[in-house]
């Protein structure tokens, strides 16, 4: 099955600075890639996503790289602003028996500084 | 998105008592299903995947005696947690997939499952 690392666990930045959220996954057969946000108590929101055909999207403020030889693709929050504190995770999808499962990083507790 | 909705979002029950938790899919019929389980400050751990019309498929280390799924129809499934105990408290979260071709998942808004 598939294995996904998340780094860093927690992250404090300044408001107006920007956020990286780092994972690395194991199996070279997935084939996409989403992050979540989470609130406390909330249901995990998608917030963007990239496929394997692609190396970069971007949605306004934040923007997801992949590089697939290395097995890593990350998350980029610039302009950071209260509202993106929240639980952030990534997942990398695999298909099991024609059914595409999500792995689910560890979770990166980001803090935006006021 | 997809819109799914589960119920209830929280409750409290007695050990050894059994507990169903409905997940609703609004806008779509699903013919697939994740549910998934978060403990406080942890990950979303996959449980199972519920298939229309068939058997559950569970992962490694969920016991499917215990937690029980029926997925009867394309736009209901349901998870029974059986004989409850304290260390079966969490956040229990079903998805759907928005189409067959695609990968993404949209969440229920969760149930809070806690075992006195």
């Known amino acids: 099955g598939e294995n996904v690392e998340q780094h860093p666990s927690t992250l404090s930045v300044q408001e107006g600075d920007s956020a990286v959220i780092k994972c690395t996954y194991s199996?070279?057969?997935?084939?996409?890639f989403p992050w979540y946000k989470q609130e406390l108590g909330k249901r995990p929101q998608l917030i963007i996503d990239?496929?394997?055909?692609?190396g970069e999207k971007k949605d306004q403020r934040i923007a997801v790289t992949l590089n697939k030889t290395a097995k890593h693709f990350s998350l980029h929050i610039t302009e950071t602003q209260p509202e993106d504190s929240a639980v952030y995770f990534c997942?990398?999808?695999?298909?099991?028996?024609?059914?595409?499962?999500?792995?689910f990083g560890t979770g990166t507790r980001l803090t935006i500084i006021p | 998105g997809a819109v799914v909705s589960q119920h209830p979002s929280w409750v409290i029950c007695k050990s050894g008592t059994s507990v169903k938790i409905e997940c609703r899919s609004l806008?779509?019929?699903?013919?697939?299903m994740f549910w998934y389980r978060q403990f406080p400050k942890q990950s979303l751990m996959l449980m199972a995947t519920?298939?229309?019309?068939?058997?559950?498929?569970?992962e490694q280390g969920v016991e499917k005696d215990k937690f029980l799924i029926n997925h009867a129809s394309l736009t209901l499934s349901t998870l029974t947690v059986t004989s409850a105990h304290p260390e079966d408290s969490s956040f229990y979260i079903c998805?759907?997939?928005?189409?067959?071709?695609?990968?993404?998942?949209?969440f229920g808004p969760g149930t809070r499952l806690t075992v006195l």
């Open positions: 806008d779509f019929q699903a013919t697939t």
């Open positions: 998805s759907e997939v928005s189409h067959p071709s695609y990968n993404e998942q949209f």
């Open positions: 519920s298939n229309e019309g068939s058997k559950a498929t569970y």
């Open positions: 199996d070279s057969a997935s084939n996409y």
């Open positions: 997942a990398a999808s695999y298909s099991d028996f024609g059914n595409e499962k999500l792995t």
């Open positions: 990239i496929r394997s055909n692609v």
